[in-house]
């Protein structure tokens, strides 16, 4: 079966084909220029989306040596994200699909992430503890299969790559944050400052924002403003700081890994591309004898692959959706589509 994925729920556009489990072709055209915005601005993102929608997708066509016509399932992310960014992609899809008279899935972006690890070669095996950190999201998820989503946490205020792009600004280092912090972090102390983990009522739940205000009260009491850190220290509060992040995500996933019997472990989402985390979580897994799987950089971040492996799943499993689908911008009701 040929699946065409689309994304474009925020400052990625992404167009992929797979067939049966291969992956044909993942292109990925990042929005950079968001970064002299300090952040996604949302009407420049929906307009950069429709310009390179079509090329890409005819792109990733030519790529898997395929045209329109081979196609047999069509899937687009419908949500959640930022809701003129959904309308291209999916309006886009939509169109397709009728004009083809294909099947089409309306896709949950953060299930997206949840299955992304099922695109690498050595596949997860359910139940499966999943771990997901990106931008708008923070969740731990015990997955019994591809229809059935535990959620055990999630954040209460903060999502982790959220936390990491605003340290990265109050550092002046830029967005994202997450690599840029990540970077610093390489050459700095991670022991200079112990910033605070936070427990919490709900054991599986998070939360960052406390973290975040005690770097900013930290910086505010020590520098009479940013210009003043000094590279040495400013490395050193991105490592404590990214620390504390690890620590926080590594206590909740070990506490469920002693109440969930799993077979394996899956880290996805954005954040998942952090090396110390990822390296954490691979000592934990070990620990445990788990089989621990966490995608390669390309589909960590947003990418079509990941949309159009769970369109598929859905299609296997007897969904179809209407073209009348709509996007919706929070998770909100369609959370999660299992059945
Ligand atoms: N190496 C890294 N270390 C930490 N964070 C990172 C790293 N690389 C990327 N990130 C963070 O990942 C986030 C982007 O992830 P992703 O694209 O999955 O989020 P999103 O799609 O905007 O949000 P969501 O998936 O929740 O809708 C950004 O906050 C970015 O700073
Ligand atoms: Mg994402």
């Keep these: 079966m040929i699946v065409l994925g689309i994304e474009s729920s925020c400052d990625e556009t992404s167009a992929a084909i797979l067939s049966g489990n291969n992956i044909l072709s993942n292109l990925i055209s990042s929005q950079d220029f968001h970064a002299d915005y300090g952040g996604v601005v949302p009407e420049l993102s929906s307009r950069a989306h429709l310009q390179i929608i ?32 959904l309308l291209v992609g999916l309006t886009y899809a939509k169109g397709l699909a009728f004009s083809l008279n294909k099947p089409f899935i309306a896709v949950n972006h953060i299930e997206g992430h949840i299955f992304s690890g099922f695109l690498m070669e050595d596949k997860p095996e359910f139940p499966l503890l999943t771990l997901v950190v990106s931008g708008g999201h923070t969740l731990l998820l015990y997955v019994k299969s591809f229809m059935e989503i535990q959620q055990l946490g999630t954040t209460v205020d903060d999502a982790t790559g959220e936390a990491f792009d605003k340290v990265s600004k109050m550092l002046s280092f830029g967005y994202p944050g997450g690599p840029k912090i990540q970077n610093a972090s390489k050459i700095g102390d991670e022991d200079k400052i112990k910033f605070p983990v936070a427990v919490l009522k709900k054991p599986y739940n998070f939360s960052f924002s406390g973290l975040k205000t005690s770097v900013l009260r930290y910086i505010q009491k020590n520098f009479s403003n940013v210009n003043d850190i000094p590279e040495k220290e400013k490395n050193d509060i991105a490592a404590s700081f990214q620390k504390a992040v690890v620590i926080a995500l590594m206590q909740n996933t070990e506490r469920a890994l002693h109440n969930y019997d799993v077979k394996s ?9 952090n090396a ?8 934990l897994s070990k620990k445990y004898g788990k089989k621990i799987i966490i995608p390669s950089l390309e589909f960590c971040g947003d990418n079509a692959a990941m949309i159009a492996l769970r ?12 073209l009348n689908a709509k996007p919706y911008p929070s998770l909100g009701e369609n959370y999660f589509h299992t059945s």
Excluded: W, Y
Aim: hydrophobic letters at 40%; a neutral charge; charged letters at 25%.
């Design 54 to 85: 079509k090329p890409l997708v005819d792109k990733a066509l030519k790529e898997s040596n395929l045209n329109c016509a081979d196609i047999d399932l069509i899937t687009a992310t419908a949500g959640p994200g930022l809701i003129g960014a």
């Design 276 to 283: 110390k985390l990822r390296n954490e979580i691979t000592i």
């Design 265 to 273: 472990i899956s880290l996805v989402g954005g954040v998942a591309a």
């Design 311 to 322: 369109g598929k799943s859905l299609f296997e499993s007897g969904r179809q959706d209407s």
